[in-house]
């Protein structure tokens, strides 16, 4: 269901590779919304994935960009306002990575040199994304920044591995940023902390089918879906969120407020 919240909004959405992303769902109801998008996601990742499919469906271009390079990101900001005709009213970070869960090392035992590539990708990227959109003033008052996290930024899940300090990371950058922003442009940047949701980047995670069913489990709502997440995400676009900001908001059912469920209690009732 429509209700035209981003009617004549434009935005830039970073990371759809394909119909699980949490980003491919984003694109897809903002399109639903009224916004103009356009979709970028890193060179290699266009090329296996189906991004064109999407841009095709929503109408949108595309902007390949590498959201660790500068160079890329100021070429994507510039490209982007020529092609929606104006400033951007809305950003969606969408990108997480990991090299030390890739190649199966563990927390204890990092590779240092793959430690420093993921937190460039999944966390200082979105440094580098505010601050191009920032130098370049390419983002118009009352406009919105979002970025995707997980939980394990406050709590300990063991097998997130360094993910769990990037999103600490992550977190912080909304908050810092966040001020700046306001206070010099009235733009809001904030995170979403979304529930374990089945994508590329999820699956990636050591025990990820016990992991998600025992959240959905533990959550009274049950899991929040990456269309449930792209249902929020629409609010926090919209003119009806102007002043939040700065903030690291939960989507997860309820779960990151729950000490523990009767239905995980009943697993260990003899
Ligand atoms: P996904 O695998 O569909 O999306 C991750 C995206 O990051 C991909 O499109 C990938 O190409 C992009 N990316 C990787 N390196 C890049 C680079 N250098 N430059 C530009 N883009 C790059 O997976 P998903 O789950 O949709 O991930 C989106 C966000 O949601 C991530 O930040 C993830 O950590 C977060 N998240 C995911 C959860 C899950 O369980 N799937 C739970 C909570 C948060």
């Not at 999103?167 to 001020?179: M, N, P, Q, T, V």
């Amino acid at each position: 269901m429509s209700y035209n919240l981003l009617k004549g909004k434009r935005g830039i959405i970073f990371g759809a590779l394909d119909e699980n992303s949490i980003a491919w769902k984003t694109a897809e109801r903002a399109h639903e919304e009224g916004a103009q998008i356009v979709l970028t996601n890193a060179p290699i990742a266009m090329r296996m994935g189906k991004i064109n499919e999407l841009a095709e469906k929503t109408g949108s271009e595309i902007i390949p960009a590498d959201a660790t390079s500068e160079e890329d990101l100021n070429n994507l900001i510039e490209k982007s306002m020529e092609i929606l005709g104006g400033k951007l009213d809305f950003v969606l970070h969408s990108i997480g990575m990991s090299v030390n869960v890739r190649k199966g090392k563990h927390y204890t035992d990092q590779n240092y040199s793959f430690t420093e590539k993921g937190w460039d990708v999944s966390a200082l990227s979105f440094h580098k994304v505010c601050q191009s959109l920032y130098k370049a003033d390419a983002m118009n008052e009352w406009g919105s920044i979002v970025a995707l996290t997980y939980m394990a930024a406050q709590r300990t899940f063991p097998d997130y591995n360094d993910m769990a300090d990037n999103k600490a990371y992550l977190e912080s950058i909304a908050r810092s940023f966040g001020y700046f922003f306001g206070k010099d442009k009235k733009v809001r940047v904030n995170t979403i902390s979304q529930s374990p949701t089945p994508t590329t980047a999820g699956k990636g995670v050591k025990g990820f089918d016990g992991f998600i069913a025992y959240a959905d489990k533990m959550s009274p709502l049950g899991n929040a879906t990456a269309a449930e997440c792209a249902d929020y995400t629409m609010t926090l676009f919209s003119d009806l969120t102007k002043k939040v900001t700065m903030q690291n908001l939960f989507h997860d059912g309820g779960f990151s407020n729950t000490g523990v469920s009767n239905e995980v209690i009943e697993k260990f009732e003899k």
